[in-house]
């Protein structure tokens, strides 16, 4: 199945600082990798995803890159604000094996607490 | 309206009770699921279903039994309750079963003393 570590487990930057957080995957058919952000006491929501058929996204502070062929994706988050400071969760999918037998999910890496300091 | 909700947002029991935990989704989406958050905060899938048949069933202990009555709604129980179980569920739904993104409900925090 699939497996995804995500580093750092944190990370701490000054406001307008810029951070990155790298997940490496091991299945090599995942095709889908969203990015997920969740603040304190709330659940987790989607910021950005791409696919596999592209090698970089982005939108305004948030971009993510994909390089398929290392079976990495890296979060990168530009200017950063105090608002930022949550929980982010990579993620890539497994295709579905045939119909009756493991149906394709997404695997979660193990999370990323970002504080951004004022 | 909320796109997944789930009800109770708490649920504190004791251990050995059996409790229930509801969700429903008005986005349309044909895939449900059942994420369990642990104190480390990592996110684990423990069921899912499209078209209301089951498609993941993660080793998960059998005192957990999702039920999904329809496309919109996907139902926890679970029996016996034990102190390991304490975490929050979050109930999920997306348009397809693996490569969309996942709406997220606001989750039920399980405490079993």
Known sequence: ?118 | DTAVSQTPKYLVTQMGNDKSIKCEQNLGHDTMYWYKQDSKKFLKIMFSYNNKELIINETVPNRFSPKSPDKAHLNLHINSLELGDSAVYFCASSRGAFNSPLHFGNGTRLTVT
Not at chain 1, 14 to 22: F, H, L, M, R
Not at chain 1, 60 to 89: C, M
């Open chain 1, 1 to 118: 199945g699939e497996n995804v570590e995500q580093h750092p487990s944190t990370l701490s930057v000054q406001e307008g600082d810029s951070a990155v957080i790298k997940c490496t995957y091991s299945d090599s058919a995942s095709n889908y990798f969203p990015w997920y952000k969740q603040e304190l006491g709330k659940r987790p929501q989607l910021i950005i995803d791409i696919r596999s058929n592209v090698g970089e996204k982005k939108d305004q502070r948030i971009a993510v890159t994909l390089n398929k062929t290392a079976k990495h994706f890296s979060l990168h988050i530009t200017e950063t604000q105090p608002e930022d400071s949550a929980v982010y969760f990579c993620a890539a999918n497994s295709k579905p094996g045939p119909k009756g037998t493991s149906y394709g999910k997404l695997t979660f890496g193990q999370g990323t607490i970002l504080t951004v300091h004022p």
